[in-house]
């Protein structure tokens, strides 16, 4: 079984900055995209950003210039650094990660999701 974990949200002053970490246990082959979405209150999930294994990055045009995703292959985490933080950032924010292949099986899982962490900015 593969789960994601996610760490570092929090409470933050317009203009600060936050490091989101999400790592993905179990026995795991590969995974293919990894990424960032985030639900504000009433409204639905969007993507914030996205990394392919080979690196090549997406962003949600709100969060361009002020966020950057990376990750470590040999440890399946994923990270998003948030600099410049606004409060319409504020959201429940999801590790997400696509085609996960299990090492003994090669069960694939074709999306897993975190459990959330909130990231609250005030103004």
């Known amino acids: 079984q593969v789960q994601l974990a996610e760490s570092g949200g929090g409470l933050v002053q317009a203009g600060g900055s936050l490091r989101l970490s999400c790592s993905a246990s179990?026995?795991?082959?590969?995974?293919?995209?990894m990424g960032w979405y985030r639900r504000a209150p009433g409204k639905q999930r969007d993507m914030v950003a996205q990394?392919?294994?080979?690196?090549?990055?997406n962003y949600a045009d709100s969060v361009k210039g002020r966020f950057t995703v990376s990750r470590d292959n040999a440890k399946n985490s994923v990270y998003l650094q948030m600099n410049s933080l606004k409060p319409e950032d504020t959201a429940v924010y999801y590790c997400n990660a696509q085609d996960v292949v299990l090492l003994d099986s090669y069960y694939k899982y074709l999306a897993l999701w975190g459990q959330g962490t909130q990231v609250t900015v005030s103004s």
């Open positions: 179990g026995k795991i082959a590969s995974i293919n995209t």
């Open positions: 990394i392919t294994p080979a690196g090549m990055v």
